[in-house]
């Protein structure tokens, strides 16, 4: 049994409509712990609850336990 788990730096971006009918993109980064860079994926969904606005960029493992 292994409970040590990966690092992984999540790179993202959030679009979201101003009133004036623009869009704004914003991007972010957070690294997050996860087993696998599935998981890392869902819980950034889950974080956003699921937002369709919230777009996974890129998913780069940095340190395994």
Known sequence: MNNWETEYEVRYHITSTKND??????????????????EA??????????????QIDEVKALWKY
């Open 41 to 54: 994926i869902n819980k950034i969904k889950y974080r956003f609850n699921y937002n369709e606005d919230v």
């Open 21 to 38: 009918d623009k869009q704004e993109v914003i991007h972010r980064l957070i690294i997050i712990e996860a087993s696998s860079k599935t």
